[in-house]
């Protein structure tokens, strides 16, 4: 049998595989069904600070401000002393599933303010968890801000909460950086213990009838994990801090991908909500076999193989590769 | 206004709740001497005659802003999707030139009323609404069907309004919102107490029918000095539609002016009461705390008496004015007052409750959802010479809710199933037709997506979300079932079959015998 374990931000996995934040991540039942099946850490829905306001702010209008000029009618619904809110059922969620599970559980934050980070960042902390990670899900549509400004935001805050925290901090970033291998280089000298590519975004889509721009979750596939592995491969040699993969992992065949790639731990999420937590074991199974007729014996031993350093045609993974791969398509009707 | 896109549909007009959007439909000849920003524009339609222009405008000093009638526009600028036929803008550099045009406006003649579309949004938004400007919430989900009714029938209106938000935007005395036509003619509008409001509308109707029969009487009495033609028609006049109403009035006036002619006493007492041979319109309105709770035992008196009332009920679903109590409206699983940890029982179904009667016309409307079924049940109540019952689906601040998104709430409610839309008419039933009429589809979508779009519900979530979840099942479950009984009454076949009755052994032995 081979040795599937890891480590990511210094954790110590059973395995590379990772359930990432997703509804399935935030109850009890479900958390304890992914350990059942082999989840080697799970990571909570994110806790968002822009979302905490909002709600903060809705239920003190809703509950306490519709007074509209008379004694009799100064509020509609009951008192909301007894209400949790958002932040309170999130943190009471992780006290049970920590208390119930035995594998790492990682808090995923993401913030408006480096206040607010900090803030909830300690709120994540007592409530338990093993680690945490610094969700960036910010769109920088704002045209009189830099890249250099964006950057420097997060790499501010990310200092600041490994300044106060002791718990292990990793960051989850998207793509859409210019230079993704200095930012990550200066993360992980920011304290940051691991870095997971790539943060997916939903898109807004237009209904055709309505016009209205509308919020639409869409399933990742494959095809989406081949930029990932691409920027661990390249990244792998240049920084020392753990490696997740996330966005497009479906199959043993994209782990193992990623892993060869150099990803110390891989997240699962669209596959498990498409195909259910039964796919974890599926997976790992599929994973054992294959190191097993590779002859590999460990996750160790193959981890970051053919990462660029290691690959047998290094530039491979750099190259546009533009025209080679224009001319290698094939229309099907020419088929 | 934007009149290069705008179609006339009317709804504007229709969903603003404090009848600050008004249209009016007149020769253009009439704008010649307008202020230099009035807009007007040819009427649209086939219906109106030829050099007929329309105008829309806003009392933009009413206006509370509350955006539904930009809401509800349909109409889009096809290279700029946010901006429509009726959009926002700030009142300080509109303010000047929109008083001139609204003052402009309240002089120009109301369309006649006797040829009035009613039955079409645009058409019934040609009438006058005499109920205008109130003290209600911006954005207030019971406000529109109150100026639809007046704008239907508000000249010849009786209103008993039960104590609750009604009458306090009603009756904020000195000011009032009731208003009057240029003819002078209004709603009458008296409010009772919170417990009898029913009642007090039926001694309306009584004393309205009374005075009809005495005045009938006194005609008959006076026939022999008066122009027989002129009390046969008076005592037989069709007033089913405006135009006869219109010729009831001019008959009446013939009559007073005959009266003062007589010297006889009679001819002194008809004088008093002439005016009741005219069709009158009672309406009770009131709230769901009203007519399904403390007043449901005199609502059910006036539905049981087979009286011609017509019976609005402005469902918030909870006590409004005083605060936010549960009523036996309130849904199961919403949080209220005296209902914190969640109603326990489902709504009463009021609607279902008056159609046992079979002889009650009643109607569950939710104007934000189809509009056009609420004015067809509105002149359907009205026109059904027995009790009627509208019940109104009303967004309401006490539910949690931003009343911008009144309209969308509406449309949730509907669509989730917790307010199917139909329309129950006896008159059906005695062509041999189904008098049941559903005018909504099949919940479709989630009851979780209604209720947790309003603070009312989802805050049960906060407190015990266990509870909220095994709520809610029961809530989905209840909403599927109570659309697939409403579809069976509906389906069923009304035509008469041939019924055997068996006699029982005594009546046999009677015919033998």
């Known amino acids: ?335 | 206004m934007d009149y290069q896109l705008c179609t006339h549909c009317g709804k504007c007009a229709f969903v603003c709740p404090h009848g600050v959007i008004r249209s009016k439909a007149f020769p253009a000849e009439l704008a010649a001497h307008a202020p230099a920003g009035f807009e007007h524009v040819p009427i649209k339609g086939k219906d109106y005659p030829e050099g007929m222009h329309i105008s829309y405008q806003v009392s933009a000093e009413d206006c509370t802003g509350c955006t539904l009638c930009v809401d509800i526009c349909p109409i889009r600028d096809k290279s700029q999707a946010n901006y429509k036929a009726i959009n926002m803008a700030p009142l300080e550099p509109v303010r000047a030139a929109h008083q001139a045009n609204w003052t402009f406006f309240l002089q120009l003649p109301d369309y006649d009323r006797q040829q009035l579309k009613l039955k079409t949004i645009k058409g019934s938004m040609l009438g006058q609404p005499l109920f205008e400007f109130s003290g209600a919430c911006s954005g207030c989900g019971e406000t529109p069907y109150i100026k639809l009714a007046t704008q239907l029938f508000g000249d010849r209106m009786l209103v008993a309004n039960a104590t609750g938000c009604s009458s306090i935007y009603g009756g904020n005395l000195p000011t009032t919102p009731w208003a009057k036509n240029q003819q002078g003619r209004g709603p009458a509008w008296n409010n009772s107490l919170f417990e009898d409001n029913a009642e007090f509308g039926l001694g309306m109707r009584l004393a309205i029918d009374k005075q009809q029969q005495f005045a009938s009487e006194l005609l008959i009495q006076l026939k022999e000095s008066l122009d027989t033609e002129l009390v046969d028609a008076l005592l037989h006049a069709d007033q089913a539609d405006e135009a006869g109403i219109h010729q009831q009035r001019l008959r009446v006036n013939e009559l007073q002016h005959a009266l003062q002619q007589l010297s006889e006493p009679l001819a002194r007492r008809l004088e008093t009461i002439a005016d009741s041979l005219c069709k009158r319109s009672v309406w009770i309105i009131g709230g769901d705390g009203w007519a399904y709770d403390i007043g449901f035992g005199g609502l059910d008196h006036v539905l049981a008496s087979g009286k011609d009332v017509n019976i609005l009920v402005l469902d918030t679903e909870v006590y409004s004015n005083t605060g936010g109590q549960t009523s036996k409206a309130t849904p199961r699983g919403a949080v209220a007052k005296f209902s914190a940890a969640g109603k326990d029982t489902a709504k009463k179904d009021l609607a279902r409750i008056a159609m046992d009667y079979e002889h009650v016309y009643v109607a569950h409307v939710a104007y934000g959802s189809k509009d056009v079924q609420t004015l067809h049940a509105f002149i359907e109540a009205e026109s059904f010479q027995g009790p009627s019952l509208i019940i109104a689906y009303a967004p309401c601040i006490a539910h949690g809710v931003d009343l911008k998104n009144n309209h969308k709430q509406q449309q949730l409610a509907v669509e989730s199933g917790h307010w199917p839309l139909f329309r129950f008419d006896p008159r059906l039933a005695a062509e041999g037709k189904n008098p049941l009429h559903l005018d909504s589809k099949p919940p479709s979508i989630p009851y979780r997506e209604f209720v947790q779009s309003e603070t009312r519900f989802s805050m049960l979530w906060r407190a015990h979300p266990e509870r909220a979840e095994e709520i809610l099942q029961q809530s989905q479950q209840e909403v599927r079932e109570r659309f697939y009984r409403y579809q069976q009454l509906a389906a069923l076949s009304w035509e008469e079959e041939e019924h055997t009755v068996p006699h029982t052994e005594s009546e046999e032995g009677k015919h033998h015998g």
């Not at chain 1, 200066?186 to 209904?207: M, S």
């Not at chain 1, 997240?267 to 994973?287: A, N």
């Not at chain 1, 054992?288 to 350093?309: F, R, T």
Request: hydrophobic share 40%; aromatic share 8%; proline share 4%.
């Open chain 1, 1 to 335: 049998m081979a040795d599937l374990s890891t480590s990511y931000m210094g954790l110590p996995l059973i395995n590379p595989l990772i359930a990432s934040s997703s509804p399935l991540t935030g109850n009890l039942d479900d958390a304890r069904r992914l350990e059942d099946a082999g989840a080697a850490a799970i990571i909570l829905p994110s806790l968002f600070e822009e979302e905490l306001l909002q709600d903060q702010q809705q239920m003190h209008e809703f509950m306490d401000h519709q007074a509209i000029g008379h004694g009799e009618a100064d509020s509609f619904l009951p008192p909301s002393s007894d209400y949790k809110s958002h932040l309170d059922h999130y943190l009471e969620t992780i006290a049970t599933i920590k208390a119930a599970i035995d594998i790492p559980v990682i808090g995923s934050l993401n913030g408006v303010s480096l206040a607010g980070w900090l803030e909830h960042g300690a709120d994540l902390q007592q409530a338990g968890c093993d680690a945490l990670e610094l969700n960036i899900y910010y769109v920088p549509a704002n045209p009189e801000e830099t890249g250099s400004d964006v950057e420097s935001r997060y790499l501010q805050i990310l200092e600041n909460l490994c300044a106060q925290f002791t718990l292990p901090i990793g960051i989850k970033i998207s793509h859409s950086f210019s230079s993704i291998a200095h930012f990550v280089r200066q993360l992980e000298r920011a304290g940051a213990k691991g870095t997971a590519l790539f943060n997916r975004f939903y898109q807004p889509d237009i209904d055709l009838s309505s016009l209205q721009v509308t919020p639409k979750i869409q399933l990742s596939n494959s095809i989406e994990s081949l930029e990932r592995i691409r920027w661990i491969a390249l990244l792998r040699a240049h920084v020392q801090m753990d490696l997740a993969a996330t966005g497009g992992f479906h199959d043993a065949n994209d782990v193992i991908k990623a892993v060869l790639a150099g990803a110390d731990a891989v997240y699962l999420c669209s596959s498990l909500l498409q195909h259910g937590i039964q796919r974890l074991p599926e997976i790992l199974s599929d994973i054992s076999d294959w190191m097993h007729v590779h002859e590999y014996e460990s996750i160790a031993q193959l981890k970051g193989s053919v990462c660029q350093k290691h690959a047998i045609e290094p530039a491979a993974y750099e190259r546009a590769n533009y025209l080679k791969t224009l001319k290698s398509y094939q229309r099907s009707d020419n088929n």
